[in-house]
């Protein structure tokens, strides 16, 4: 199946700074990929999708300010958590969708923030 | 608006014995359904997937899943369970129609495997 590979796995920063997540397709090209968010014992949220060449489309309740999007090519879309806080600590998820319809998810990305 | 219940939040079964996973949604039309199986602090890997046609599905590692449209139902079993299959399962559906490829997760199930 296609592969999807999200960096990093984890990391930790500082209250106040900014940090960026990227998902990659490598064997195939998404002109659409997701992310989501995901609490400790909880489900999946999507936050938007990201759709190659143009603004992503972002869930309600997402603040796009905080959460910057960018799907700069076919194989690429990044999530940069901006002035990062303690409750933007979570899980991180990102997908990308190919036809037939299916999905295939990153490992995911542990986000700290102290 | 879409929706996906699995009403078990937490399910325990012995090694050996069989399990069912339950998943419920609430849609207008058939959409696309999957099963995802998530372990823990991974990405999610796709277990099986509903499209159309014959209602019984097989998936990967042994299971399968059945499509009741009366009952709007897509529950996932698996005849025997390894201890291996330990892990927390997600029920997915995705709108057929103007809808981009959004998937919508039930809360999940998590599953212990006492030996």
Same mark, same amino acid.
């Given at each position: 199946?296609?592969?999807?590979?999200?960096?990093?796995s984890?990391?930790? %920063?500082?209250?106040?700074?900014?940090?960026?997540?990227? %998902?990659?397709? $490598?064997?195939?090209?998404?002109?659409?990929?997701?992310?989501?968010?995901q609490?400790?014992?909880? &489900?999946?949220? $999507?936050? /938007?999708?990201?759709?190659?060449?143009?603004?992503?489309?972002?869930?309600?309740?997402?603040?796009?300010?905080?959460?910057?999007?960018?799907?700069? &090519? $076919?194989?690429?879309?990044?999530?940069?958590?901006?002035?990062?806080?303690?409750?933007? &600590?979570s899980?991180?998820?990102?997908?990308?969708?190919?036809?037939?319809?299916? /999905?295939?998810?990153?490992?995911g990305?542990?986000?700290?923030v102290? | 608006a879409?929706?996906?219940?699995? +009403?078990?939040?937490h399910?325990?079964?012995?090694? !050996? =014995?069989?399990?069912?996973?339950?998943?419920?949604?609430?849609? *207008? =039309?058939? +959409?696309?359904?999957?099963?995802?199986?998530?372990?823990?602090?991974? !990405?999610l890997?796709?277990?099986?997937?509903?499209?159309? !046609?014959?209602?019984?599905?097989?998936?990967?590692? *042994?299971? #399968?899943?059945?499509?009741?449209?009366?009952?709007?139902?897509?529950?996932?079993?698996?005849?025997?369970?390894?201890?291996?299959?330990? =892990? #927390?399962?997600?029920?997915?559906? #995705? =709108?057929?129609?103007?809808?981009?490829?959004?998937?919508?997760? *039930?809360? !999940?199930?998590?599953?212990?495997?006492?030996?």
């Amino acid at each position: 199946g296609a592969v999807v590979s999200q960096h990093p796995s984890w990391v930790i %920063c500082k209250s106040g700074t900014s940090v960026k997540i990227e %998902c990659r397709s $490598l064997d195939f090209q998404a002109t659409t990929m997701f992310w989501y968010r995901q609490f400790p014992k909880q &489900s999946l949220m $999507l936050m /938007a999708t990201s759709n190659e060449g143009s603004k992503a489309t972002y869930e309600q309740g997402v603040e796009k300010d905080k959460f910057l999007i960018n799907h700069a &090519s $076919l194989t690429l879309s990044t999530l940069t958590v901006t002035s990062a806080h303690p409750e933007d &600590s979570s899980f991180y998820i990102c997908s990308a969708r190919v036809g037939p319809p299916e /999905a295939f998810f990153g490992q995911g990305t542990r986000l700290t923030v102290v | 608006a879409q929706s996906v219940t699995q +009403p078990d939040i937490h399910i325990t079964v012995s090694e !050996g =014995a069989s399990l069912e996973l339950r998943c419920n949604y609430s849609y *207008g =039309a058939t +959409p696309y359904l999957f099963w995802y199986v998530q372990s823990p602090g991974q !990405g999610l890997q796709l277990l099986l997937k509903y499209f159309s !046609g014959d209602t019984l599905v097989q998936g990967i590692k *042994g299971f #399968e899943a059945e499509f009741k449209r009366s009952q709007s139902s897509f529950n996932l079993r698996k005849p025997s369970v390894h201890w291996s299959d330990a =892990a #927390e399962y997600f029920c997915a559906v #995705e =709108a057929i129609y103007n809808q981009g490829g959004k998937l919508i997760f *039930g809360q !999940g199930t998590e599953l212990s495997v006492k030996p």
